[in-house]
């Protein structure tokens, strides 16, 4: 059997196909969603009509039409449509369409590639396209639900043009649902099941805008639906729990471990323990969780309040000993703990300013009174000299200068004063008057 449709695929009878595909939009005008994209007039909307298409991607979370949408553009166009999937086809099936496609360009033919998870592509596998997406021998569309930014080499990226596909609304999802159930030759209209606008509206909000989860929980309940109407107590019991849209290794992770660190770092307990049930729900690795709240209590909190890395260490152990389930409470009191905590970057700021001046400043010699005299040579050379011990000075307090001559006097660390580090500053200060510094 071979891995591609060399045409658009023939309409196939209904029976025994998922109803997401047997109600899969036939023309741009029965597509729901993505207004800003195929409203009246928009750009691409406008390319489709006129079949002046360039080569693109559609980036998007599931279920909100990406497939579709290029079986639409096909169907659209004048050109030999060819669709593969990147889960099964290697880079040698990738050569061989292109090669067959540049033969037809010759001949004055255009062929339009479908690409469903471009994402799964290897870099050689991407590469292949480039040649032929560079000279016009095809219009590539791929679809993803990753970031293209990050899994799209930068070569065919640049060629490309990006739209972004939106989940779909709780209006459209509804709009959706009604239509499966009235439709008397794709949908679920010959049923005669009914359902009550509220018990669609919870269909659509537990689908999290994805269209094919929505009508797959429309599909169970019209089938065990007693008296032909969908009750609250059987969607409860088809729905069982909230779909999560969350993808461990997707773009939905990092958004999630954002919003995670900004609400800690905002100082907003309830927003971050939201975030990061959102994540202990979507199943991510709790060690994963508890690197990150590591590295917050480090880089947000640092000194304004020492023990909140003691906690975070502590935490990590303590999940390390108990487990799931039990050890979820070990995280959502580390996360309480780092939110409530006294703020402050001032370490992670003065180091990024060490780094400039790293970078920026010639790499000078370390000064001589900084220098181990290991041998008498050396002591000779000068090394060590004007070195000033601390713990022979009162309050084991030197004025000795141990920045490179051009840096001399420079400042780095500007504690806060909140927390511990507003005792930190008062300190510093005492040092720096010391010292003649200030």
Known sequence: MSLFESALPVEEETQGRPLADRMRPRTLDEFMG??????????LRVQIERDQLSSMLLWGPPGVGKTTLARLIARAGRSE???????LSSIKDVKAVMADARRAHKSGMRTLVFVDEIHR??????DAFLPYVERGDVILIGATTENPSFEVI???LSRCQVHILRALTIEELVGILKAALQDQERGLGSAGVSASND???????FSNGDARAALKTLESAVASAPDNAITEELLAAVLERKLVRYDKSGEEHFNLVSALHKSIRSSDPDAALYWLDRMLEGGEDRIYILRR????SFEDIGLADP???????????????????????VLAQLTVYLAMAPKSDAVYRALSSVKQDVQNTVAEPVPMQLRNASTRAMKQWGYGEGYQHAHQFEDAVTNM??????????RYYHPTERGVEKRISERLRELLRDKGRE
């Not at 994209?37 to 750009?43: A, N, S, T, V």
């Not at 200068?401 to 420079?410: A, I, N």
């Open 34 to 43: 993505q207004e800003h994209l195929l409203g009246p007039g928009k750009p």
């Open 81 to 87: 449509f060819v669709s593969f999937s990147a889960v």
């Open 121 to 126: 592509f290897n870099k050689a596998q991407q």
């Open 154 to 156: 930068s070569a065919l």
């Open 199 to 205: 018990l669609l509206k919870r269909i659509a909000l």
């Open 293 to 296: 709240l590591v590295r917050m």
């Open 307 to 329: 023990r909140a890395l003691e906690q975070a260490v502590a935490a990590l152990e303590a999940f390390r000993l108990i487990g799931e389930p039990e050890g979820d409470l």
């Open 401 to 410: 200068e141990c920045l490179p001559e051009s840096l001399k006097g420079r």
